[in-house]
């Protein structure tokens, strides 16, 4: 079974600042996928990235898919309080768009 | 058109019991997944259904079953439950077997006592 870590496993910042979370594996994904979890809910999908050195921009979050599709990283810039939440990335095991592995995300606190 | 919707929020039981989740999938999704998320932890994969055939198995034991629907709706059971099956149990739909994209519900909260 492929493992996904993510780093840092808490961030507290004040809002304004830029942060970058990481995630990464040694094994190879055919796509990888970020998430948004906030309490009692379910996890809010935020991008799927497919190509190795792949970048996506959503307002201010920015994705990127490593060159080996193995890693992945995602920047906020000025971040804001609605950022706090747990951010999730998964990554798939196939080309059947079965059986995404998560990595144990990571907690954003954005203080105010 | 709907999101994917589980019921109930919350449930408690005691070891042993048997317990069924209820997941209704988003409209025109045929493939549902269902996750177990500990607390702290990201969700793992229990299975897949696809146009009501199991698709794929995590680490799982039998104990973990589930069923589709003709509408696609599904079911997840558990059986003699245990201590540790005490999770979030998060349902996402898909708009096909190939599809990248999953559409999570609001989780039913599982309480083993």
């Known amino acids: 079974t492929q493992l996904l870590e993510q780093s840092p496993q808490f961030l507290s910042i004040q809002e304004g600042e830029n942060l970058t979370v990481y995630c990464n594996s040694s094994s190879v994904f055919s796509s990888l996928q970020w998430y948004r979890q906030e309490p009692g809910e379910g996890p809010v999908l935020l991008v799927t990235?497919?190509?190795?050195?792949e970048v996506k921009k959503l307002k201010r979050l920015t994705f990127q898919f490593g060159d080996a599709r193995k890693d992945s990283s995602l920047h906020i810039t000025a971040a804001q309080t609605g950022d706090t939440g747990l951010y999730l990335c998964a990554g798939a095991q196939d080309n059947y768009g079965q059986n995404f592995v998560f990595g144990p995300g990571t907690r954003l606190s954005v203080l105010p | 058109e709907t999101g994917v919707t589980q019921s109930p929020t919350h449930l408690i039981k005691t070891r042993g019991q048997q317990v069924t989740l209820r997941c209704s999938s988003q409209s025109g999704h045929n493939t549902v997944s269902w996750y177990q998320q500990a607390l702290g932890q990201g969700p793992q994969f229990i299975f897949q259904?696809?146009?009501?055939?199991?698709?794929g198995r995590g680490n799982f034991p039998p104990r973990f079953s589930g069923l589709q629907f003709p509408n696609y709706s599904s079911e997840l059971n558990v059986n003699a439950l245990e201590l540790d099956d005490s999770a979030l149990y998060l349902c996402?739909?898909?708009?096909?077997?190939?599809?990248?994209?999953?559409?999570f519900g609001p989780g039913t909260r599982l309480t083993v006592t």
């Open positions: 996402a739909s898909s708009l096909t077997q190939g599809s990248y994209e999953q559409y």
């Open positions: 259904y696809y146009r009501e055939e199991e698709n």
């Open positions: 990235v497919v190509t190795g050195g």
